[in-house]
């Protein structure tokens, strides 16, 4: 178990301390809470839904307590309000417990929060205002290092992880908890918060509300808080614990690619999965280093226009001076058997690039067996040696899973019989990753940023997201020391010219015309000088930086 590390919560509390001087402080914590509650301008919510529901995160980002406690009493300081000359109408209704914090921050919400920035709606009914961010703009007074927020927030949260993580995966995993979290939006963040420092440290140690307060120090004299174990209480709410699966999806995935234990729920279902997408999106990493590991044992064969039903399935191969034959089991056949006969092992087999072979040929008949269940499929084209009756059917300890490009319309699976039998979960393009395991500066840009925009170009010019370049292609391993990619100028032009551009080429075969507004300017050849072709790339692609 991780948990974020004592110097971390020291270091917010002393960012915090005499940050706003605003008297308002903590009307702009409010709005925190309400964004957990409410995603956008335009939804709504009812008040017997924010009595019920605001007081997790109420304790989120208020509590002076841990989840072992139970704060009755002086129990919720938003970080906005702290400074040196904290006194006790600094705390949000210092007298209120849990069980009647919803109620208490419902009546707030009616006597002074409608000013600001929520609009009520009939009776019963709230909506944030149509300049609500302005406004909270001016509550907040500055801008917001999100670091310290995060760690405020999420300071007595235990990490079901084991393995070190990094402190910047200490912090992107907390940036996209955060997010979904409290519900908030690209713009709001980028109005409301800096984020200059992304790292933060966890621990082995768990760290504890007396630890919390005692950091609070002379913030707190002569406050009598009351806390009291909360081993039996139902009113405890405060969800504090974060799963394993939940820290690595924030980790490795972003947008809308799917999570590991999505996929995996999914070969669960159906036994079959495809994961389709653009070029260069991790497809087949995320099989072998992230599916794999979760099987006992994975076969791999990777499709190609002589992939024959034989390789697949079995046939009669020519042995020893050319005049014996014998027969031999395909791929298919092979961990089929072998996953019946150990049945208490999770099997996988993976087909990367399916869509390159002829898959109705390659499959034939035991297409059929893809339906799972009670299916058994007679194989009108072969039978293992000994076993004139063989009927194939795939145990359920056996998962297959494949690969396929969607931008390769050419080899397009169009079998739908084959296509009824796999989920299809589509992988997307993964910036994030890029601009944290990048380091750019002797390029003078980020590759994240030439990445998005030429990927928005491509996509402005052919209408098609499945015509983008996924972030494997800016991740060479040659340039791998340790945890970052560390570029420089000659890699960055034999990436552009001799992966890129090609790619592009292919996309735009015939249309020199669309090459080139992807691209803003004509390149017909090659630059092979970084100082030219940056000219090149800050006049075509980076100027919507």
Known sequence: MKYIAAQEVNSAIEYFTGLVKSKNANIAGAFFVLKYLIKTNYDKISGGDIKSKS?????????????????????????????N???????????????????????????????????????????????YLE?????????????????????FSSLEYEEDLSDENGYYFLREKFIEDFNFLEEEISALFKQEDRSIKTSDSEFKGVSFRKGIGNLLNNLDIKIEDSADSPVNVYNSFISKSEIESYIMFNGDSPTKE????????KGQLILYGPPGTAKTYTVLNKIGPDYDEIVSIQFHPGTSYEEFIGGVFVVGDGMNFKKKNGVLLDIV?????????????????????????????????????????????YCPEGKEDYKLSIPDNLHIIATMNSSDRSISIEDKAILRRFF???????????ERYSECSALGFEVSTFLRNLNQKIYDELKDPDFQIGQAYMMPSILKDHDKFVWNQDVFVHIFNEAIIPLLE???????????????????TRIYEFDKLLEVIQKGILKND
């Open 337 to 381: 058997e072998y996953a019946k006969e150990y049945k208490d092992k999770r099997v996988l087999l993976f087909i990367d690039e399916i869509n390159r072979g002829n898959i109705t040929s390659i499959l034939g008949e035991s297409i059929m067996a893809l339906d799972r269940g009670t299916y058994e499929v007679k194989l009108i084209n």
């Open 135 to 155: 406004n909270v703009k001016k509550l907040l007074e500055q801008k917001i290092e999100l670091k310290h927020l995060l760690v405020w927030i999420y300071k």
């Open 424 to 434: 299809k979960a589509k992988m997307f393009v993964n910036y994030d990753v890029l």
């Open 85 to 131: 000359e904290l006194k006790r109408s600094n705390f949000y209704n210092y007298k209120t417990g849990l069980g009647q914090i919803g109620s208490r921050f419902k009546d707030t919400l009616d006597n002074s929060l409608v000013d600001h920035f929520v609009d009520k709606i009939g009776d019963e009914d709230y909506r944030f205002k149509e300049d």
């Open 262 to 269: 999505y996929l995996l729920s999914s070969l669960s279902i």
């Open 55 to 83: 007081p997790i995160p109420i304790q989120l980002l208020g509590a002076v307590f841990d989840s072992n406690e139970i704060g009755l009493e002086g129990g919720f300081l938003y970080p906005f309000s702290l400074k």
């Open 506 to 524: 292919e996309y735009t075969v015939g249309a020199k015309d669309s090459l080139h507004r992807i691209l803003g300017g004509q390149y017909d």
